[in-house]
T-cell receptor, first 115, second 112 residues
Framework: AQSVSQHNHHVILSEAASLELGCNYSYGGTVNLFWYVQYPGQHLQLLLKYFSGDPLVKGIKGFEAEFIKSKFSFNLRKPSVQWSDTAEYFCAVTSFSGGYNKLIFGAGTRLAVHP | DTAVSQTPKYLVTQMGNDKSIKCEQNLGHDTMYWYKQDSKKFLKIMFSYNNKELIINETVPNRFSPKSPDKAHLNLHINSLELGDSAVYFC???????????FGPGTRLTVL
């Protein structure tokens, strides 16, 4: 079965530090990849997505992610984090099952940014 | 305008009760979903409907029964609530089963 692994469960950074959150998936076929963010007390919002084309994807709020097919990875990066980036970050992959795609989420990474 | 809305936002109830959570989307999407987020923030799909037809059912206990009266609504009814049902339930919708999903604000269910 398709699975998604996020290696860092809890990350603590100071403002202006660089961020990289790891995401690996298990499916060997064609995938669609997503990063969602959940700010405290809020719903999930899409940060960025990869369907095809340029493997370096730019998202909102200065985030980017790189799809490396050979490594089954889709790591999220931001060169300089802000206090307002404090949130839970979820990597997700579509899995084709029973004729339909479904979204499989990783366990999430909690990011805390200190001023 | 709220794209995907859920009611109620909070629901506190006793074990054994039956409760419903409602979801509505005004995006004109054909596909809707229910996800459960447990206390460790792990998100897992429960159901998906496409054009009012069930297309994904992730071995959820049959105490959970989704109902889609029309394409804009997907309600979740839960019978005989158990402590383990305490979670945040998120509704989502997408244009079709392969497109980007848009999430609602969530319903925090607490079973006492």
């Amino acid at each position: 079965a398709q699975s998604v692994s996020q290696h860092n469960h809890h990350v603590i950074l100071s403002e202006a530090a660089s961020l990289e959150l790891g995401c690996n998936y298990s499916y060997g076929g064609t995938v669609n990849l997503f990063w969602y963010v959940q700010y405290p007390g809020q719903h999930l919002q899409l940060l960025l997505k990869y369907f095809s084309g340029d493997p370096l994807v730019k998202g909102i709020k200065g985030f980017e992610a790189e799809f490396i097919k050979s490594k089954f990875s889709f790591n999220l990066r931001k060169p300089s984090v802000q206090w307002s980036d404090t949130a839970e970050y979820f990597c997700a992959v579509t899995s084709f099952s029973g004729g339909y795609n479904k979204l499989i989420f990783g366990a999430g990474t909690r990011l805390a940014v200190h001023p | 305008d709220t794209a995907v809305s859920q009611t109620p936002k909070y629901l506190v109830t006793q074990m054994g009760n039956d409760k419903s959570i409602k979801c509505e989307q005004n995006l004109g999407h054909d596909t809707m979903y229910w996800y459960k987020q447990d206390s460790k923030k792990f998100l897992k799909i429960m159901f998906s409907y496409n054009n009012k037809e069930l297309i994904i059912n992730e071995t959820v206990p049959n105490r959970f029964s989704p109902k889609s009266p029309d394409k804009a609504h997907l309600n979740l009814h839960i019978n005989s609530l158990e402590l383990g049902d305490s979670a945040v339930y998120f509704c989502a919708s997408s244009q079709d089963p392969v497109s980007q999903q848009f999430f609602g604000p969530g319903t925090r269910l607490t079973v006492l």
